[in-house]
């Protein structure tokens, strides 16, 4: 029975794969400037320079897209937690600190242009804003106790790009605005190659030790949160991007889980031991769970709306958007 690896053997193992991926996201990567895509002549003076305060009338987002944009910026804001999280797994040694140093960099640049375009447009409270991130940032991000090392990591950051990048695109779509549509349509094409670049990474671990691997996709999976939970007001927040179709169980399952697991080939292995085996089993019996509580919350989530477009049209109130 072949035995683990341990976290030095792993980052060793993988390194001349991490080496070879960066090459290949720095030739096919866009850089782009945060500047290019924000409307600069809404933008005008607050009170403390001689201008004109925020007040709610200034906004053009409807109460979906705030909290949507809002969530999503304090979750790119939350990025010194998140890179030294992933030094602490990678290192910055080699090509694994050459891609820890570029991932940051990239990243970085989504914050900047969300808060730029949400203080330009005066689409949300820039004094609740600035309250929120230093909470969420005070705070920071702490893994869960069981999720440690490389491969729990690099499978973690897989999921959580993809979730990210359904995020940004479906907040893009609620915003109503081509420029807020355009901007995170950017993001998330960033999202997506940083996806692809841990997902291979992962598929590179299964190579050199498969069940290590399993047991990995297998606890992050069953145990996955978006990195912005615990930040004020989640569950709520969670809630109604959710019911508007931000990012919902049905995506997870069909848009996140499913392709990643298709490229791992995890059903199809038949290089796993006992160990990865019985992770792949118990993998196989979560997501039928997951995908019958897909189906309830799709006809609970369908009751709803309806019942309350009743509620709406008996008020001679306009329907509210369906989610996109």
Wanted: charged share 30%; net charge negative; with cysteine.
């Amino acid at each position: 029975m072949a035995r683990d690896l341990t976290e030095l053997e792993l980052l060793t193992e993988l390194e001349p794969t991490v080496a070879d991926l960066t090459n290949r996201h720095l030739a096919v990567t866009k850089n782009w400037s945060p500047h290019d895509y924000i409307p600069w002549e809404e933008g005008r003076n607050f009170a403390n320079l001689g201008g004109e305060d925020w007040d709610p009338s200034q906004s053009k987002l409807s109460e979906v897209a705030k909290t949507a944009m809002i969530v999503n910026l304090l979750t790119e804001d939350n990025l010194p937690s998140y890179h030294r999280t992933i030094q602490d797994n990678f290192g910055l040694d080699g090509a694994w600190g050459t891609w820890v140093g570029r991932w940051t960099a990239e990243e970085n640049r989504h914050g900047i242009a969300m808060r730029d375009y949400l203080m330009v447009t005066r689409s949300v409270d820039p004094v609740e804003l600035e309250k929120l991130r230093m909470t969420v940032m005070e705070r920071g991000v702490n893994a869960p106790e069981h999720f440690h090392g490389v491969l729990d990591q690099v499978v973690y950051v897989t999921i959580q790009e993809v979730a990210t990048r359904v995020s940004h695109r479906q907040t893009g779509k609620v915003c109503n605005d081509p420029i807020a549509d355009q901007l995170l349509k950017r993001i998330a094409a960033d999202e997506n190659l940083h996806a692809v670049f841990y997902r291979n990474i992962t598929e590179a671990g299964f190579e050199i030790s498969p069940d290590q691997a399993m047991e990995s996709v297998h606890e992050i999976i069953t145990n996955f949160d978006m990195p912005g939970a615990g930040m004020p007001n989640w569950r709520r927040h969670g809630v109604l991007m959710v019911k508007h179709g931000i990012y919902d169980l049905r995506q997870h399952f069909d848009e996140v889980l499913t392709p990643v697991l298709t490229k791992w080939r995890v059903f199809e292995r038949d290089d796993l031991g006992p160990r990865g085996e019985k992770a792949r089993d118990q993998l196989a019996e979560y997501l039928e769970k997951l995908e019958k509580d897909v189906i309830k919350f799709e006809e609970r989530r369908a009751h709803l709306l309806e019942r309350e477009a009743r509620k709406r049209e008996k008020a001679g109130l306009a329907p509210e958007p369906v989610p996109v």
